[in-house]
Nanobody
Framework: VQLQASGGGLVQAGGSLRLSCRAP????????MAWYRQRPGNQRELVAE???????NYADFASGRFTISRDNARSTVYLQMDSLKPEDTAVYYC?????????WGQGTQVTVSS
């Protein structure tokens, strides 16, 4: 399974970014999807997840600022990030769960300057 994440970049504090991740089309509508991040010196942590039925769950730090969504017709999951803070600087990874396995994209760097 190959996941292709994009949309990272450099943004000032208070700004916004939208991450995208395209996954294989055949299984995408049936797969829970998620975004994780790994900040420098820290373990990978869950940012947000969305079920195959569009139920969402957010980490506390993401709630109210980030929005996860999916477009099954495009086999793509999105992460809209608003009101970004310097502590949001991290590599962001998309994740797909299928048949008991976790699949990961290559990561996209998000850097928030103060």
């Amino acid at each position: 399974v190959q996941l292709q994440a994009s949309g990272g970049g450099l943004v000032q504090a208070g700004g916004s970014l939208r991450l995208s991740c395209r996954a294989p089309g055949r299984i995408f509508p049936l797969s829970p999807m998620a975004w994780y991040r790994q900040r420098p010196g820290n373990q990978r942590e869950l940012v947000a997840e969305i079920s195959d039925r569009d139920r969402t769950n957010y980490a506390d730090f993401a709630s109210g600022r980030f929005t996860i969504s999916r477009d099954n017709a495009r086999s793509t999951v999105y992460l809209q990030m608003d009101s970004l803070k310097p502590e949001d600087t991290a590599v962001y990874y998309c994740n797909q769960k299928w048949a008991g396995e976790n699949y990961w994209g290559q990561g996209t760097q998000v850097t928030v300057s103060s």
